[in-house]
């Protein structure tokens, strides 16, 4: 088993995710050249299975130490970082771009959502993934939302509400990193210092690879930015 390295589960052939896939393993080989990669490849005709493929992120890494990353996340530094947080405390995330849980039909109260887009982790987080695993089939992760035209819709499936029941199971509060570390462009529009993880299908503003170079000087002083 190697010590450390990333891990992606895509769904499918779908041409749009593989390359997206691509210009993600390319990202992570510029800044981390030595971590080795493992593709997990799941049926995409089942939504269901789909779900809890991804809660088996903890069994189907051959690492120690595992980043996880969703295929359309592309880096923009070392992330170091993150590592050394999910080795002191197990599991390292950041808080969703919508914090409130609540939105799926299967939770209630103020648990926090986390995006599992990016997520650090070690040997010591198995209870939150087997909770996760377990939840992944049981939970109503329905959301009602407001679609363009002001109707009512539901989107029938998320992974990411059993995973915050899990942590609010278990009571289990995860190393929360900033919204740098899984940066969502189309719902955040600003930011201060260097954006460390990109997580869209679009490409990277030539702006935001500017900042992520200034910023990599010790020198740079941080300042705040906002899309225009």
Request: proline letters at 7%.
């Amino acid at each position: 088993m190697a010590d450390r390295g990333a891990l992606y589960c895509v769904w499918g052939k779908d041409p749009k995710v593989e390359r997206a896939l691509t210009r993600s393993i390319a990202s992570l080989k510029q800044h981390h050249p030595e971590l080795p990669v493992e593709v997990c490849r799941a049926d995409a005709t089942d939504p269901v299975h789909g779900l809890i493929e991804k809660a088996r992120m903890f069994e189907l890494s051959p690492f120690k130490e595992t980043l996880f990353l969703d295929a359309d996340t592309v880096v923009l530094g070392r992330l170091d970082f993150g590592f050394e947080k999910a080795r002191t405390f197990g599991l390292a995330c950041s808080i969703c771009e919508c914090p409130w849980a609540r939105r799926y039909g299967g939770i209630e109260g103020d648990a926090i959502e986390y995006n599992t887009g990016v997520i650090f982790f070690t040997e010591a987080a198995k209870p939150v993934f087997d909770a996760w695993q377990r939840l992944a089939p049981e939970v109503d992760s329905s959301i009602k939302f407001v679609d363009p035209k002001g109707q009512i819709a539901t989107m029938p499936f998320n992974d990411q509400a059993s995973f915050a029941r899990a942590l609010d199971e278990l009571e289990l509060v995860p190393y929360v990193l900033p919204l740098n570390w899984n940066f969502r462009p189309i719902w955040q529009r600003s930011f201060f210092g260097p954006i460390r993880i990109w997580h869209d299908y679009s490409d990277v503003p030539s702006e935001v690879c500017r900042l992520a170079d200034h910023y990599r000087k010790k020198d740079a002083i941080i300042q705040f930015h906002a899309f225009r």
